[in-house]
C-alpha cells in the first residue's frame, strides 16, 4: 500500500517570506496528490491539488510540484501572510485497490506553518 | 463540492459510555469515510462507508468498537462504544468521488474522562 511521509513537522517564517512543505510517497501507481490547509478546530480543506499528468499547478501564492520519477510532490507558498498558518496535509491517492479494498487517501503527517508578522 | 454538517462539534464523556457522532452531506455521495485524528496527528482511516453494505474497516479498527451507519446516501454515524481515555481524539466524516477533493466536516473534539 501507499506510505507518504512528510517534511518538516512545523516551519516558522516570517511575513513576507517564501514556505515549502516536502512530501515523498512509496506507491508508483499513485496519481493524485492534494494538499489540505487545517485551521484550528476545523477540519482539512483542500487548497490545491495536482494529478500524475502534469508536473505543476499554480493558484495565485500556492503552487504545487510533482516529480513522478522521484515520487514527491512540494507545496510552495509565496508572499506568506500570518492567515496562512495552520497545519497543512500531504495525502496521495493510488488508482489501484488493494485486496478488493477502495483506494483512498494516505495522508502525511503534517506540517504545522507559523508566519510570524 | 458536497457541504457536511458533522454533530457534535465536541463532547465530553464519562469511560464506558457511547457517543454517536452524526454526518449529513448536502448532496447524494457514494462513499463516505470516519478518521481520527490524536492531537497534533495526521488522520487515520477508521472505515469506509458505502449505503446498503457493511462498513469496511481498517486494521486496528473493529465494528464492535465503531459501529457505522449508512441508512442513505446523504447520512451516516459514527459510534464510539465503550470510551476509554484512549479515544479522546477527534472524529473526522469525509466524502470523496473516486480520484476526485474529499471534504470534511468541522469534526468531533471528543474527550473522555
Known amino acids: 500500500g501507499e506510505n507518504v511521509e512528510q517534511h518538516p513537522s512545523t516551519l516558522s517564517v516570517q511575513e513576507g517570506d517564501s514556505a515549502v512543505i516536502k512530501c515523498t510517497y512509496s506507491?508508483?501507481?499513485?496519481?493524485?496528490f492534494p494538499w489540505y490547509k487545517q485551521e484550528l478546530g476545523k477540519g482539512p480543506q483542500l487548497i490545491i491539488d495536482?494529478?500524475?499528468?502534469?508536473g505543476e499547478k499554480k493558484d495565485q501564492r500556492i503552487a504545487v510540484t510533482l516529480n513522478k520519477t522521484a515520487k514527491h510532490f512540494s507545496l510552495h507558498i509565496t508572499e506568506t501572510q500570518p492567515e496562512d498558518s495552520a497545519v497543512y496535509f500531504c495525502?496521495?491517492?493510488?488508482?489501484?485497490?488493494?485486496?478488493?479494498?477502495?483506494?483512498?487517501?494516505?495522508f502525511g503527517k503534517g506540517t504545522k506553518l507559523s508566519v510570524k508578522p | 463540492s458536497a457541504v457536511i454538517s458533522q454533530k457534535p462539534s465536541r463532547d465530553i464523556c464519562q469511560r464506558g459510555t457511547s457517543l454517536t457522532i452524526q454526518c449529513q452531506v448536502d448532496?447524494?455521495?457514494?462513499?463516505m469515510f470516519w478518521y481520527r485524528q490524536q492531537p497534533g496527528q495526521s488522520l487515520t482511516l477508521i472505515a469506509t462507508?458505502?449505503?446498503?453494505?457493511?462498513?469496511?474497516?481498517e486494521s486496528g479498527f473493529v465494528i464492535d468498537k465503531f459501529p457505522i451507519s449508512r441508512p442513505n446516501l446523504t447520512f451516516s454515524t459514527l459510534t464510539v462504544s465503550n470510551m476509554s481515555p484512549e479515544d479522546s481524539s477527534i472524529y473526522l466524516c469525509?466524502?470523496?468521488?473516486?480520484?476526485?477533493?474529499?471534504?470534511f466536516g468541522q469534526g468531533t473534539r471528543l474527550t473522555v474522562v
Open positions: 495525502a496521495a491517492i493510488s488508482s489501484v485497490n488493494y485486496g478488493g479494498s477502495q483506494g483512498n487517501l494516505i
Open positions: 448532496s447524494q455521495v457514494t462513499m
Open positions: 469525509s466524502t470523496q468521488e473516486g480520484n476526485t477533493e474529499a471534504f
Open positions: 462507508a458505502n449505503q446498503g453494505s457493511e462498513a469496511t474497516y
Open positions: 495536482i494529478r500524475s499528468n502534469v
Open positions: 506507491d508508483s501507481a499513485s496519481n493524485y
